[in-house]
Every structure is written in C-alpha cells, then in structure tokens.
C-alpha cells in the first residue's frame, strides 16, 4: 500500500502526541501545567500553543481517573486553577442535576468501547451549573498503570439556553403563558398511561369564552387579548395543582383534571369556574363581563386516548352553548351522534353550493294604505335532493359556521337582483328587492363593492335594492358599519333593520344609523293577539321610528286584526303570511299579478 506524504505526517503527529501524554503521565508530581510541558522539547510547542490556546477544555487523567493536566480553557469553564483539582477524581466535577444512570452508562460505554461523548450538566466552583458536551476516551497503553483517559469540555449551556427557549415556545401561548395544545396533547397522553397503569380517572375540561368576539369587535384586540390573560390566571388561580389549564386557540381553554377520584371533584372546580366569571374583568379601566360555556368528558368513560375526549368535551361544549351558554355539560352518546350530524350537514351544504341546489323563493311586501304589492323579500330554500325544499333555520347556523354563507348570500343577491330586474322590466315597476345579509358578508372588507359589482352586471336600479341587515351586526364595529352603511346609501341602497327589537341595541343608538327602514320582529305580533304589552312594544316603535323618519315594516302579520292594528298606528308596510308565504318566482308572480289587478285587499 502506497503511504501518502499526509498519511505519513498524520502518523508522525500522532506519535508525538502519544509520546506527551506518556511523559505527562510518567510525571507523576507536577506541579504547573507549565512544569509538565516545559519538559517537553521545542519540537512539541505546536502541541503546546493547542492545548494552551484551544476554546474547548482539556483534561487528562490517569488510570484511577484521578486528574493530571487540565488546559487554560478548562481552567477558565469549570473556575478552579490546575493545582487546585490535581490528583483529584473526575467526579468532582458532576452536578447531582445528572442522573448517577448517565454516568453508570458513561462508565460502561468507556469500557466497552473505548470512548464516549454526550451532553452533562456539570457545575463550576462558584456553584454555578452548567451545559457542557464532553467527549472521554480511553487510552490504552502497553502497561495497565500507563493507560490514562483523556477528555474534551465544550461549554453548550448558551447553546442549551436557546434550545430551551425554542421548547417553551413551541408548547406554551405567547399571550398567556400557559401550555398550548401540543403541550396538553402530551399531557394528555401521560396522563392517560398514568391513569391506565394505575387503574384512575381524570376529566378533560373544555371551555369557550361565549361572545368573545363581541369583544374584540366592539372594544379593540389589545382589550380582548387583556381579557384572555386575565382569564388565563383567573383559571390557573382556581385550578391551582389539582390540574392543568392551557390555551388550546382562540378563546378556547383546556383543562385537565389528574389525578381524579370522582367525578364531584370535577364539578366543583367547574362551580368554582362558573363563579368566578361572575366578576367582571377589568382591561384598560373598562370593566368587562364574560361567560364561558364548558363541555366535560371523563376517562375513561368517555374515551380512552386523546383524540376521542377532546371530541367528546367539544361536543359537550357545543351542548352547553345551544342549552344557553354559561353551562356545563357531561358528554353522553346522543351528543355524539349530534356532531356526526353536523358533520355531514356541513359535507352536504359543500356539495349543494357546488351542485347549485339553492332556490330563492319571494314573499311579499304590501304597501298598507294601498293594499298593493310594494316589495318583495327573497328568502333561501335548500332544494335537498333527498328531503326536499329546506327552510333556512335547517342550514344556515352550519353556513354561518363553515363560511359558506358568504357565496351563499353573494348568490342570492345576484339571483334576486337579476330576477327583480326581469320583473321590472315586464311592468312591476317600482318593486323594491329585499335581500337579507349576513354577518360574515357584511364583516367583509369589499362588501361595498361585491354589491356595487352585482348592481352592475344586473343592472339593477340601486334605488330598488333594500339590503336588511340586523341590529347586533350594526352595533359591533359600529364605526366601520356605519362607514358602510353611508357608502351603500350615496350609492341609492336602501337600508333596513331587520328582527327589529330582537337584538340589544338601544333605541337611542338608532340615530346614528343610515338606515331607511325598521323591520319588527314577528315575535311581538305574534306571540297573542291579545298579548297588551307586546302591542304596547308594537305602537311604541312605530312612533319613535315615526319621529326619526324611518318606514316601518311589520313581518310576521298573519290576521286581519294584526294588519289592523298596524294600520292605526301608522305601519307603512306588511309582510306576512295573510298576504302570501314565501314561494317560487312562478308563483310569487302569479300572486302578484292577481293582488295588481284586484282593488285594495287590505
Ligand atoms: P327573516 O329575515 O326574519 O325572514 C322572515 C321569516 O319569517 C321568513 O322565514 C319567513 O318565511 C317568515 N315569515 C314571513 N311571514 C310570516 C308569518 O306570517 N308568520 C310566520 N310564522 N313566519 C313568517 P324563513 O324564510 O324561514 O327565514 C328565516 C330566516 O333565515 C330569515 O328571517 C333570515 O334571517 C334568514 N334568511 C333567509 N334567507 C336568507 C338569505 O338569503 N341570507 C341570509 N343571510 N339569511 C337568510
Ligand atoms: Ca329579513
Ligand atoms: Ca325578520
């Protein structure tokens, strides 16, 4: 075999290392560092100036481990001076914060193999604690007592410090602090192989803030991320060492309940939850009410990994919510079945927005004085290819959910625009065209446009366009909703606000909105004719919108005596299902053109 110029000056280099460590060793007393190198000749100064001058620390040590050399570096991590940890054991560097297994190990890899290298936690002379990387490896000599061990420190602990930062990161919320859903998810999981192996139970708790989008809405995120914090240790406060809360997203907590002996412990830290939002929140000097609706599920009753309680809690939550928020609900099978339902609602509504199975239908607005059609309101209908014609209440709180209403409505303003212009077209003139928009849509920032868009391509008159949103979407952000309202009204849109006197919105806020015209709620007709106090409601708003200019609208007018009613009082407009339920556009027009021919019918 040809040996290289390299090989040969590698072979070279590593003889004369040997041959340092062989005097180091044979000198048996040194008293510097300096000492046992001085003794070395010139030849060896380049061995000299690395261990003087390198930045990772190293040490020799004999066959009884006791140490012998230890370079500047070394000297300068650990803190102590060469003569002051000469002849003493390599163990006097370990810190109790390493397990006695890793060293055992270490030991034993050292004297099968030869050598070994892994990360130790060891500790300087002051005390200090710290991250080092060490390589040992194990020299053999001719004779056992000539065997010596030598050893290379690097210092990681900024290292370490970095990567310990990434790890809290990676499992905790910035904004509170607390464990994230990766975390719970392995808490979770501990949990559940402690709990296996010891025969215990635990609970899972979910919670959703209820209306906490109201929040961040009409008060600003800095408020609603000070609510979540406050929340955060308000909940960490009650929980205290019985479990673990963290921040799964959003406004939602998660809670583990471990070690659990019955399910009435869990109750009572929900009793202690519930009460606790009885307080209001104070952010920025505001002081702010919040409620939180709570979905429980145990193991292992309800599920035996992490996956199926957290389903479960969330479908508990759910529960909790429709029952009326501010609730707690155990997870029991039925509810299950709920969510499967929803699930393949929501699978369904894709396919139909897809499949095109959506039909506006039209129902009629009357003019009350003249007894003539005045408008009309397009209402959806779902035609399901296997349980026929839907109403909306069937789909759209699962449209809303998905997002899918936004080009839902989008498409029903455009059908009912384009429909509306064909009947202007054959004579129905002035009918106005009422469209009903939802939240989601409205929230968008090209709303304007999308309408403007549609008006364009219908050719629609904007005048004839009444576009009814309700009262909560106008208070929530209510700069940004009036901004768009006022845009939609130079434009010639008219406004309505629908479900009148459902919402929350006081009568004295309705000034600043342009809108055209009140929408009762059926609610108040309809509840009992005889029903004083809702009549009361009835002639009360008629005449405050009276007093701000506004038309009014009644829906929901079934009798004559509700019409009549109504009329006394000034009502400019009904709809209702005395003149005619929502229904196709065939028949809606044929409806229309008997009303059109016909003297008054009111
Ligand atoms: P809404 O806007 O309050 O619509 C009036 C509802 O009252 C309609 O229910 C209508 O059929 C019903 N109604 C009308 N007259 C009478 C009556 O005399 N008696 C009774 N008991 N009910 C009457 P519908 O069609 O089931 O719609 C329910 C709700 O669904 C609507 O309430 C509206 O909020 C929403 N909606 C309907 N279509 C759309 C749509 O295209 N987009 C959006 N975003 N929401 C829609
Ligand atoms: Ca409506
Ligand atoms: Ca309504």
Request: proline fraction near 2%; include cysteine; hydrophobic fraction near 35%.
């Amino acid at each position: 075999m040809k040996v290289t110029g390299k090989k040969l000056l590698m072979k070279k280099r590593k003889k004369k290392v040997g041959e340092i460590h062989d005097r180091i060793l044979k000198n048996r007393e040194p008293r510097t560092m300096k000492t046992i190198l001085e003794k070395f000749s010139s030849d060896y100064e380049n061995v000299w100036q690395l261990f003087k001058h390198m930045n990772d620390g190293i040490m020799i040590a004999d066959n009884q481990q006791n140490i012998i050399a230890v370079n500047p570096s070394f000297e300068k991590m650990t803190g102590y001076t060469f003569d002051e940890i000469a002849h003493k054991n390599l163990r006097f560097l370990q810190s109790e914060k390493t397990s006695r297994i890793v060293f055992h190990d270490m030991w034993e890899k050292i004297n099968l193999a030869g050598s070994w290298s892994g990360e130790l936690m060891n500790e300087r002379k002051n005390g200090e604690l710290f991250w080092s990387y060490v390589s040992i490896a194990h020299i053999k000599k001719d004779r056992e007592e000539n065997n010596y061990f030598i050893g290379m420190i690097r210092d990681i602990t900024d290292r370490k410090k970095v990567e310990e930062r990434i790890t809290y990161l990676s499992y905790h919320d910035t904004l509170t602090q607390l464990p994230n859903r990766t975390l719970f998810k392995k808490q979770i999981k501990e949990a559940i192989r402690h709990a296996k192996h010891h025969d215990e139970k635990f609970a899972m708790l979910f919670l959703d803030l209820d209306h906490f989008k109201k929040v961040n809405d009409s008060l600003g995120h800095h408020i609603g991320d000070q609510l979540l914090q406050h929340i955060a240790k308000r909940l960490q406060k009650i929980i205290g060492t019985t479990g673990t809360v963290s921040r799964f997203g959003g406004d939602e907590f998660t809670i583990l309940l471990h070690p659990l002996h019955n399910k009435a412990e869990a109750y009572a830290m929900v009793k202690q939850i519930i009460q606790s939002f009885q307080t209001p929140v104070d952010c920025a000097g505001e002081k702010i009410y919040s409620n939180t609706s709570i979905g429980i599920s145990f193991y292992p009753d309800h599920g035996l990994d992490f996956h199926t309680l957290l389903k479960n809690a969330d479908s508990a939550m759910y529960q909790a919510k429709q029952a009326g928020r501010s609730q707690c609900q155990e997870y029991n099978y039925s509810m299950n079945q709920g969510s499967r339902d929803r699930l393949q609602l929501e699978r369904e509504l894709r396919n139909a927005v897809q499949e095109k199975q959506f039909q506006v239908y039209y129902q009629l607005q009357v003019d009350v004085e003249k007894g003539k059609p005045y408008g009309i309101e397009a209402l959806i209908r779902w035609a399901h290819p296997k349980k026929g014609i839907l109403p909306p209440a069937a789909f759209l709180p699962a449209a809303e959910e998905t997002g899918l209403i936004v080009k839902i409505d989008d498409w029903v303003l455009r059908t009912a625009c384009q429909q509306t212009k064909k009947w202007h077209d054959e004579g129905f003139k002035d009918l106005v065209i009422s469209v009903n928009i939802s939240q989601k849509q409205f929230d968008r920032y090209d709303f304007v446009d999308r309408v403007k868009q549609i008006l364009h391509e219908t050719q629609l008159d904007p005048g004839l366009l009444c576009l009814e949103i309700t009262e909560n979407m106008a208070i929530t952000q209510i700069e940004q909703a009036v901004e768009k309202l006022n845009e939609l009204k130079k434009i010639g849109v008219q406004l309505s606000l629908d479900d009148f006197g459902t919402g929350y919105s006081s009568l004295s806020q309705l000034k600043y909105f342009p809108i055209n015209t009140l929408k009762i709620d059926k609610s108040f007709l309809q509840q009992s004719s005889e029903d004083q106090e809702n009549h009361a409601i009835v002639k009360l708003i008629i005449s405050m919108a009276k007093s701000l200019n506004f038309s009014v609208i009644c829906e929901g007018v079934e009798t004559k005596e509700q019409l009549l009613l109504i009329r006394n009082e000034g009502c400019n407009h009904a709809q209702g299902y005395l003149f005619s339920k929502p229904l196709d556009f065939q028949n809606c027009e044929s409806v229309m053109r008997t009303m059109k021919e016909n003297v008054n019918i009111v």
